[in-house]
């Protein structure tokens, strides 16, 4: 039987007779979809408003065609129904995206460009709708102008591929940015167009054809910039009004304009604080950083807030709310302050929890919190407690965050990374100064994660033969005492050490004790049992005359007692804080008349410059002497060295100070003496193009030092100097420095050394 169709398509209907109506079903008995591949029938029929047992009306028809089209699924659409009653839907899917590939895109990379190309809705597997193209080139188009890219084009090849897919291959040509043309300032008196220009990232094309390439976030910062420039020097009402970006004809270049509103400088009259303080407005006021009669300064309205915030901090007020009202008299040109502050409620700590330590166990790290739980939140507490962690020496990275739980308390979660704080040494070594050495042995600071400081070791080189073993509990009781004690056994050759003709065999005993004074201070003892045997070799006169008067073998008693106060915030590359030693080493005699005392004072001060560039400033000084029966002077083995790296660098280990006396003429070997003074001044930063660089720095130095024979024939003039660069890396067998110096001072005589380096030490 033949079926009569009657086929509605878009939004027109082929229904206009009622005699052609009256002969169709007048309800829905089936639906048929054809030409569906990848989208289901389920899905197809989901989007429809029509359904089986429905009755057939235009608008329900024309209603099932939009919601079709708005998937974005199908690029043509029909629907007819037959004789029977049965629904036909004939669609033509959109093509899928099979791949997008680039060309030319240097400035911008591929995964930047495949990520804003998914913004779009374009990825590998997407439905393909070729509407979208113009938003592909304009989107495109304007990342590169944002960079100053202007002249940039971009253009989209679609390719058909079987099994209804395409690919798109988008072609860029990036050409060459637009330089800065001219920049123009509308509206300002008080400072001149080249200051401003200045202080801006973007500059001017000069004399020589240099020019800075335009980018639409480096002219966002500048606007910045010129904002608070004038708000912190008086300028309350400045206002950048607009500004605009103009091209030349062949886009190669851009002419800024910016027009400002400076209005008038306005002074400080008056300071003054409501709300509930907490704290006494006495206080407040000598944490503000602005004061009455001062120029209005944005930057130092913000410092003031956030020392207050920090101030309520303290008395567990972490989320307190302080805002700075400013009243401004246009006739007087003056600014009335308010600090308006309302302190929320008393916030407590009610967990502290660690994340990142594998090995080192959870006691080790809250022992150095100052944070507790269930007490007060304080932030001094919380930056103290980040210091002391990152002190210790452990972790590469120790930070402490907050987590809000209520209005009242906050969580702290503990984050740390740690580092190898030992190592396992069998092998063979050099250095300038011992020659190849070798080396067997433990050396841990953290052993299995307990704290406790261990050291096994054996060295055999020219100069050196050595063996110790010691172990330290840093927390013996709760409170911090700390308590050692060790074994060693050392034969030093002098002459290989570039120093003198003698030998010296050293064994004992040792005990040390240490326990806070402060939060930053220790006292530290020590006791050593001690027995040292000396040999001269080839006539040397000042060991023969020493061993005629004292004999050959000494026991002596050595007791040492030192303070240290140590604010640093990092254990290897501190930016801020210094550390202060002050010790002393008094050695009593049991079988001989040999006794005499040392005394050591040094400083290591360390002033952020920036964020990534610090000032270290050092002194190091160091006096001994004898004292008891016929002894006027400190031992020649136990003399002070200077030079090399740890010292002044740019002279050989152990080289500066006087020479040995013989009878015909001035020794090569130096002498030592029983005052040394060596200082050095530092700029410290992170190794530069190294994206991870926290194990690494580079510093350009000044040292100076020399070596005294008692401490009133100290001259400055006779210092030795040096300048130069370092490197320091901590290695995963120990720190690593090395440095290139060339002096500044030096006399004829001295032996100098530009490259050096050293494995082990902490510079």
């Given at each position: 039987m033949a079926k009569k169709i009657i086929q509605i398509i878009g939004l027109s209907t082929a229904l206009t007779a009622q005699s052609s109506l009256a002969q169709l079903p007048n309800e829905i008995r089936g639906i048929n979809v054809q030409g569906n591949e990848r989208v289901s029938l389920e899905?197809?029929?989901?989007?429809?408003?029509?359904?089986?047992?429905?009755a057939l009306t235009q608008q329900a028809i024309q209603e099932s065609i939009r919601k079709l089209y708005a998937t974005d699924f199908f690029q043509d659409i029909a629907i007819s129904i037959d004789e029977e009653g049965v629904l036909q839907i004939q669609v033509q899917e959109r093509p899928s995206i099979a791949e997008?590939?680039?060309?030319?895109?240097?400035?911008?990379?591929?995964?930047?460009?495949?990520?804003?190309?998914?913004?779009?809705?374009i990825k590998q597997g997407r439905i393909f709708n070729e509407a979208q193209m113009e938003r592909i080139i304009v989107d495109l188009k304007r990342r590169y102008q944002n960079q100053g890219y202007y002249a940039a084009d971009v253009d989209v090849t679609v390719e058909t591929l079987p099994r209804n897919r395409v690919a798109l291959s988008v072609d860029i040509v990036e050409n060459e940015p637009a330089s800065i043309g001219q920049i123009q300032f509308v509206g300002n008196h008080a400072f001149g167009d080249e200051l401003l220009k200045r202080r801006m990232l973007l500059s001017e094309s000069s004399t020589f054809g240099d020019s800075d390439k335009y980018a639409k976030p480096k002219l966002q910062s500048d606007l910045e910039t010129l904002r608070s420039y004038y708000l912190d020097r008086g300028f309350a009402k400045f206002d950048v009004r607009s500004s605009q970006?103009?091209?030349?004809?062949?886009?190669?270049?851009?002419?800024i304009t910016v027009n400002m509103d400076e209005g008038n400088q306005y002074r400080v009259s008056d300071v003054r604080y409501s709300g509930e303080t907490?704290?006494?407005?006495?206080?407040?006021?000598?944490?503000?950083?602005?004061?009455?009669?001062?120029?209005?300064?944005?930057?130092?309205?913000?410092?003031?807030?956030?020392?207050?915030?920090?101030?309520?901090?303290e008395e567990g007020y972490a989320f307190a709310e302080i805002e700075p009202i400013t009243k401004l008299d246009e006739t007087e040109r003056t600014v009335s302050l308010d600090f308006r502050i309302e302190p929320k409620s008393r916030v407590y700590v009610r967990r502290i929890s660690i994340e990142g330590n594998?090995?080192?166990?959870?006691?080790?790290?809250?022992?150095?919190?100052?944070?507790?739980?269930?007490?007060?939140?304080?932030?001094?507490?919380?930056?103290?407690?980040?210091?002391?962690?990152?002190?210790?020496?452990?972790?590469?990275?120790?930070?402490?965050?907050?987590?809000?739980?209520?209005?009242?308390q906050v969580d702290l979660i503990v984050q740390v990374e740690e580092e190898s704080t030992g190592s396992f040494n069998a092998g063979v070594g050099y250095s300038q100064l011992d020659g190849v050495s070798f080396q067997i042995g433990v050396t841990e600071r953290n052993v299995i994660g307990s704290g406790y400081r261990a050291n096994i070791n054996a060295n055999y080189s020219a100069s050196i033969k050595s063996s110790n073993i010691s172990l330290t509990n840093p927390y013996f009781t709760e409170d911090g005492m700390s308590l050692g004690g060790g074994f060693y056994f050392r034969n030093i050759d002098a002459e290989e050490l570039n120093v003198s003709n003698y030998k010296v065999d050293t064994y004992g005993v040792r005990t040390n004790i240490g326990y806070p004074t402060s939060e930053y201070s220790r006292l530290n003892y020590g006791l050593k049992f001690d027995n040292q045997s000396i040999e001269c070799i080839s006539d040397f006169q000042a060991c023969d005359r020493f061993v005629e008067d004292m004999g050959e073998d000494f026991q002596s008693v050595r007791v040492t007692a030192g303070w240290t106060y140590d604010t640093k915030n990092s254990f290897y590359f501190p930016t801020d804080g210094h550390d202060t030693s002050v010790s002393t080493e008094v050695v009593i005699p049991t079988n001989s008349d040999l006794s005499f005392y040392k005394i050591f004072l040094k400083e290591n001060a360390y002033f952020p410059l920036t964020d990534d560039f610090t000032l270290k400033l050092k002194g190091d000084v160091a006096y001994g002497d004898g004292y008891g029966n016929n002894q006027d002077s400190l031992p020649f083995f136990e003399n002070f060295y200077a030079g090399g790296i740890g010292s002044v660098r740019g002279f050989e280990p152990n080289s500066l100070g006087p020479r040995y006396q013989t009878t015909d003429a001035v020794s090569d070997d130096p002498k030592g003496g029983s005052f040394r003074v060596v200082t050095n001044a530092e700029i410290i930063f992170p190794m530069p193009f190294i994206e991870n660089s926290e194990n690494l720095r580079v510093s350009f130095f000044v040292d100076a030092g020399n070596v005294y024979d008692s401490y009133d024939e100290v001259e400055f003039s006779s210092l030795r100097s040096a300048y130069g660069a370092a490197v320091s890396w901590i290695t995963p067998v120990g720190p690593l420095a090395f440095s290139l110096a060339r002096p500044l001072k030096s006399e004829d005589g001295d032996e100098l050394q530009s490259f050096q380096f050293n494995l082990g030490i902490p510079m």
């Open positions: 899905t197809v029929r989901s989007y429809l408003t029509l359904d089986q047992g429905d997008v590939r680039f060309e030319g895109n240097e400035l911008i990379k591929t995964e930047d460009m495949q990520q804003a190309m998914e913004t779009l809705g970006v103009s091209l030349s004809p062949d886009k190669t270049e851009v002419f907490i704290v006494s407005e006495t206080e407040l006021d000598v944490l503000k950083e602005i004061e009455e009669g001062m120029l209005f300064s944005r930057s130092k309205v913000v410092a003031s807030v956030e020392a207050f915030r920090n101030r309520l901090s594998t090995r080192t166990q959870d006691h080790v790290i809250r022992r150095e919190l100052r944070q507790l739980e269930s007490a007060p939140y304080s932030l001094q507490a919380v930056k103290r407690s980040k210091t002391r962690l990152n002190q210790l020496g452990y972790f590469t990275k120790a930070n402490i965050e907050t987590d809000r739980v209520s209005d009242n």
